[in-house]
């Protein structure tokens, strides 16, 4: 073979080829300038539509109240009968998001397999069921529940788990889809059936991946959990709402410290597990 009919290498070519700088910010062509465009039209656009009276909010008597509002939390209740009860509403929040988190990791991925695997109408039908789920808030869920099973902890930890199935669902079947192909492919070969291709395969690979996500879920289900006893739902919530009804401000700031402290140490530990888990 002559030089002049070798074959040329496409990694040549492309490196032959000019290449082409994208259109600067500021420029006709951008489409980030078009975006960023459009989006603060609708900033101003809300601003607009919305009766915000922002002097009234920053006048001087408005900081006054507002100073004199926040005095009323200093100093906070610590005494021991009521840091028991506040730790006893703490832990019950904790195990509202924990269980309400495991019971919508397995309810995610039994709904993700099929979603991720049955082609045409039949997994279309289980996508918008986790759209369904996931479109509804955990307060709305709830105040749904809370007619069926009454006060307390349980409609609470129901609706973080209905809620979440359908979020943790829509994440789970992106990562079955974009699992590699190659050691499925393999088993498949094989003669393998597709549970056992599911089992060896694709979940391995993919299951650092879900309990990242398992975890992230946890932190957001752990502030939910705390706002869930707005409407009777246990935890710190319900006892934030009981003493914030009777004014007892000092009380009050003792429940919202128990829930940044709640809150953080929950944030840590999951930042620290899905670093453990992603190396």
Request: include cysteine.
């Amino acid at each position: 073979m002559t030089r002049h009919n070798r074959p040329i290498n496409p990694a040549a070519r492309a490196a032959n080829r000019p290449y082409r700088l994208p259109p600067p910010l500021f420029h006709a062509r951008s489409r980030a300038a078009w975006l960023l465009v459009g989006v603060l039209v609708l900033v101003a656009a809300s601003f607009a539509s919305l009766d915000l009276h922002l002097a009234s909010f920053a006048s001087g008597e408005a900081l006054a109240s507002m100073g004199r509002f926040l005095a009323e939390f200093v100093p906070p209740d610590l005494s021991a009968g009521f840091v028991h009860k506040v730790a006893l509403g703490a832990w019950e929040t904790l195990a509202m998001s924990a269980v309400g988190t495991g019971m919508a990791a397995v309810g995610g991925l039994a709904l993700a397999v099929p979603a991720s695997r049955w082609p045409g109408l039949r997994g279309s039908a289980v996508r918008w069921l986790l759209n369904a789920l996931r479109s509804v808030p955990e307060l709305v869920w709830a105040s749904l529940l809370l007619i069926a099973a009454g006060l307390g902890p349980l409609p609470g930890t129901l609706a973080l788990a209905i809620h979440t199935s359908g979020v943790l669902g829509r994440l789970f079947t992106e990562a079955l889809q974009n699992a590699p192909p190659g050691p499925a492919a393999a088993l498949q070969i094989q003669g393998a059936g597709p549970w056992r291709v599911l089992a060896y395969a694709t979940l391995p690979q993919v299951l650092p991946q879900l309990l990242s996500y398992t975890l992230y879920r946890w932190e957001n289900n752990i502030r939910a959990a705390a706002v869930l006893g707005v409407v009777g739902a246990g935890g710190l919530g319900q006892l934030l709402m009981f003493h914030m009804g009777l004014f007892q401000m000092d009380k009050t700031a003792t429940v919202l410290i128990a829930m940044l402290g709640l809150v953080a140490c929950v944030d840590g530990a999951s930042f620290g597990l899905r670093r453990a888990l992603t190396r």
